[in-house]
């Protein structure tokens, strides 16, 4: 059976030694955050901090710091988990394994909750100020709460079965804010939350919301899990741990985990927003200070020995990179049967994972045509991007699966040769422009606002791809430093951008005109002009993060040879990014010496992460 709370879950792995107590007094300001960070780079233990400065319950980081340790703590549901995805995906999977499948329903009696008359959560209660003021970047506009579970209820169908669980951004402190009396709420776009707090907005009355912390391991994996619709998470929360979720209503009150750690109550007033941030994301980048609804607290509880849980997000890979490989091994095999004839779709987390979705389709159209060119591939990808955060994308490669059944989609390198070896720049590109994407990105053209661009490849290669800079490369003036980032890919260094948000650069649009369709630098069909071409080029997660999370489809894409035909942009050329910062983008997260050489100090001969960090 799974883990009956968070106490439970920390007992055993520091009895199979995958956890390390930290006794040394840290202060939840910056320093818990950079050694969270530094322990999961280097595939440590979880972390129980049982001396932070000015406060009594102890913090846990890196619980799930390695995908190994996320498949230990759900090792004993993982199997029946698995055994009900594939009969979702292959009912005739029964007929292989009967006797196995036989207890898949016997888990699923798990997905009902179960209403309690009380519970351990319920013992005590505290008030915001008490919690643990984590604060990650020094630029955070205050304290946060990094794995909170916010719930809401329906207004027209209230209960457990049209209930919502996500993780949304928490605010605990500064701000305009007032102390113990409100909490901001950020939530993105095309999140559930957001769907409750429109009908209450449309009502004109509060809405009742509330924000787990801790609790079974499994609640934190349900609240970013991406269910489809009619499924609640905390139902999933149920099946992943291996029993039925007790729940516990106060009077008057939604109802709460009977074992979470702590639990906010409160409701979101209709009409009232304050801004929230800034916040260091995990894009790497600070998301800025915007309106986001605020949270009238009416209650703090906590159970007796409550730990509070965290992460620090930063720059990819982080901890969240463990909860996406995580779904993605739980969920991977259902795309198919969500989206018919997408074999496969991989959100890249270096590249902070809207900005870049790598897709594998069928092209089935015309089988039998002498030259293959996508067209089913444009239909799936329209498919994908209508799918929930899916359609937050901003760069969509797509390419037939037919081509190179070998093709692993996780392997990006491989994917982008694939594509660069077939794609054809006059026909192979597909804007959306003036659309949504990810809240957290500010290279589009306003906030929520930007654009998207499809890349398809079907057919056989076209060209092969240099590793090699050809000797007599030349670049304009104000470019320099060419270097081969990946075979086909040449990054360049450029002047520093002058252009503003939602505009082309002219300088751009004459370093494209300075090269004739012929040059030999079109060997290369991609170009990325950025700041610093050696930080780009230094390794494939550098690349990924530059060039995606610094540009907007329809403000940076350029072409040698560009035309336009019938409303169609292409090039005859290389296709070219402009990957450079802009002065609208975000500032990128920056660590803070001092609080580096502290952490120094614990790896140190004698220091509790000796041997780890």
């Not at 199997?79 to 007929?95: D, T, W």
């Not at 946060?144 to 579970?149: D, R, V, Y």
């Not at 020995?305 to 259902?334: N, Y």
């Not at 795309?335 to 018919?340: A, K, N, Q, R, S």
Request: aromatic fraction near 8%; charge should be neutral; hydrophobic fraction near 40%.
């Amino acid at each position: 059976m799974g883990y009956r709370n968070l106490q439970e879950c920390v007992r055993d792995l520091e009895a199979q030694g995958q956890l390390r107590r930290i006794k040394q007094p840290v202060s939840a300001e910056i320093e818990v955050g950079a050694i969270q960070r530094r322990v999961y780079q280097a595939g440590g233990p979880a972390l129980l901090f049982t001396n932070v400065q000015g406060c009594r319950f102890p913090m846990l980081g890196n619980l799930f710091g390695t995908l190994d340790r996320a498949r230990f703590i759900f090792r004993d549901t993982l199997e029946m988990v698995q055994r009900l995805v594939a009969l979702k995906v292959n009912p005739a999977s029964a007929l292989r394994d009967p006797l196995g499948t036989l207890k898949a329903p016997l888990g699923a009696l798990h997905l009902l909750p179960q209403r309690v008359g009380s519970g351990p959560i319920l013992a005590h209660t505290t008030t915001i100020d008490q919690l643990p003021q984590l604060k990650s970047w020094p630029d955070d506009g205050g304290a946060f709460i990094t794995l909170p579970q916010v719930y809401s209820e329906s207004l027209s169908r209230p209960g457990l079965r049209h209930s919502n669980l996500g993780m949304y951004r928490v605010q605990l402190s500064g701000g305009d804010y007032l102390p113990n009396r409100e909490v901001g709420v950020h939530y993105q776009i095309h999140r559930g939350l957001g769907v409750h707090h429109a009908e209450a907005v449309a009502a004109g009355v509060p809405l009742k919301v509330s924000i787990f912390v801790g609790g079974p391991p499994s609640l934190t994996v349900a609240a970013v899990m991406p269910l489809p619709e009619g499924m609640p998470e905390l139902a999933f929360a149920g099946l992943l741990g291996g029993r039925r979720m007790r729940m516990v209503s106060p009077v008057g009150g939604l109802p709460m985990p009977a074992e979470a750690d702590f639990v906010i109550t409160g409701t979101l007033d209709p009409n009232l927003t304050k801004p929230e941030g800034p916040f260091g994301d995990h894009l790497g980048y600070y998301s800025l200070a915007h309106d986001f609804p605020v949270l009238r607290v009416e209650q703090v509880y906590h159970r007796p020995g409550a730990i509070w849980p965290f992460t620090s997000v930063g720059r990819p890979p982080q901890e969240d990179t463990t909860f996406g490989a995580f779904i993605h091994e739980l969920t991977g095999p259902l795309i198919p049967t969500v989206l018919p004839g997408v074999h496969a779709v991989h959100a890249v987390d270096a590249a902070g994972v809207h900005p870049l979705l790598l897709a594998l389709g069928s092209e089935r159209y015309v089988p039998y045509a002498a030259k293959r060119r996508p067209q089913e591939l444009l239909t799936l990808a329209n498919a994908i991007l209508g799918q929930g955060q899916l359609s937050l994308a901003k760069y969509l490669f797509i390419a037939a699966a037919e081509d190179a059944p070998e093709l692993n989609i996780h392997h990006v390198d491989d994917m982008l040769r694939h594509m660069l070896e077939r794609v054809d720049w006059r026909r192979d590109l597909h804007f959306q422009t003036r659309t949504t994407i990810d809240t957290l990105d500010y290279s589009g053209s306003g906030f929520n606002e930007g654009s998207k661009v499809v890349i398809s490849a079907a057919g056989g290669k076209r060209r092969s791809l240099p590793t090699e800079l050809p000797a007599d490369l030349r670049l304009p003036p104000g470019f320099s430093e060419p270097r081969v980032a990946l075979p086909g890919i040449l990054t360049v260094q450029g002047p520093p951008c002058g252009s503003g948000r939602g505009s082309s650069d002219p300088v751009m649009e004459d370093f494209c005109a300075f090269f004739a369709e012929d040059d030999v630098i079109n060997a290369f069909p991609l170009l990325v002009v950025t700041d610093d071409s050696e930080f780009a080029a230094r390794s494939l997660n550098n690349f990924v993060w530059t060039t995606f999370t610094r540009s907007d489809p329809a403000s940076d894409l350029y072409g040698i040879g560009a035309e336009m035909q019938c409303k169609h942009w292409g090039c005859r050329g290389a296709l070219v990014i402009d990957a450079r910062r802009k002065a609208h983008h975000a500032p990128p997260l920056l660590e803070v010496p001092e609080i580096e050489r502290r952490v120094d100090a614990l790896g140190a001969p004698g220091g509790p992460l000796h041997g780890i960090i």
